[in-house]
């Protein structure tokens, strides 16, 4: 695979685990995360990234990355996927991870063919994100998580909403980027 992966998280256990299991998936080059600068220099030469995630004892510390990555300058890595390896199912973190705009979270077990599936599905289909004044990230707007994000959109502020689709070869394509405002009925305003 033409793509890149950094691993971001603790270099021993969790992080080293996940090292392992993404060389196992071919991608072009696996290291450690060193900061956004140091990924601003690989989309040259690779133009697609994967962020992977290693699990965390509190998933919180991980949003000053996640929002460097989501509202970085370059497309290529704005629009990269952000994938969380969570040792529990716990629906806190799955939903935390959600509102910080990650694009999967994925639980144990830490199979190769589930995770190659799981980095699949990132590429090569239209993805729809979503842009307000307090998230970046996938069409989230179902979860529950959702409910208290992006309230302005919901109440009828504007909001962006970009189609995008991602290729090994060639990175990040915007297929439409437009601003909507919602349109709110007068049955819902009077409820």
């Known amino acids: ?13 969790s992080g080293a ?20 600068l140091q990924a601003e220099q690989q989309v040259v030469r690779t133009p697609l990234c994967f962020f992977l995630f290693a699990a965390v004892t509190d998933v ?15 497309r290529q890595l704005r ?14 973190t799955i939903e935390r991870c959600i509102g910080m705009g990650f694009d999967d ?6 199979a190769r063919n ?11 289909r239209t993805l729809t994100y979503f842009e307000t004044t307090d998230y970046f990230g996938p069409d989230r707007r179902l979860r529950p998580a959702m409910q208290s994000i992006g309230a302005d ?5 504007q909001f962006r909403r970009i189609e995008i689709i991602r290729n090994a070869a060639t990175g990040v394509n915007v ?7 919602p349109r709110i009925s007068l049955a819902a305003t009077a409820a």
């Open 79 to 92: 629009f990269s996927p952000l994938i969380y390896f969570s040792e529990s199912p716990s629906n806190d």
């Open 114 to 124: 589930r995770m190659q599936a799981r980095i699949d599905r990132q590429i090569g």
């Open 153 to 157: 959109a919901r109440m009828g502020g």
């Open 60 to 74: 919180g510390k991980l949003r000053g990355i996640a929002q460097s990555i989501r509202f970085s300058a370059r």
């Open 175 to 181: 297929l439409r980027d437009e601003f909507v405002t």
């Open 105 to 110: 979270v994925i639980t144990m077990p830490f």
């Open 17 to 36: 685990g996940l090292m392992e299991m993404a060389r196992k998936i071919n991608f072009a080059s696996v290291m450690p995360y060193a900061g956004i």
């Open 1 to 13: 695979m033409k793509a890149s992966a950094y691993v971001v998280g603790p270099l021993d256990g």
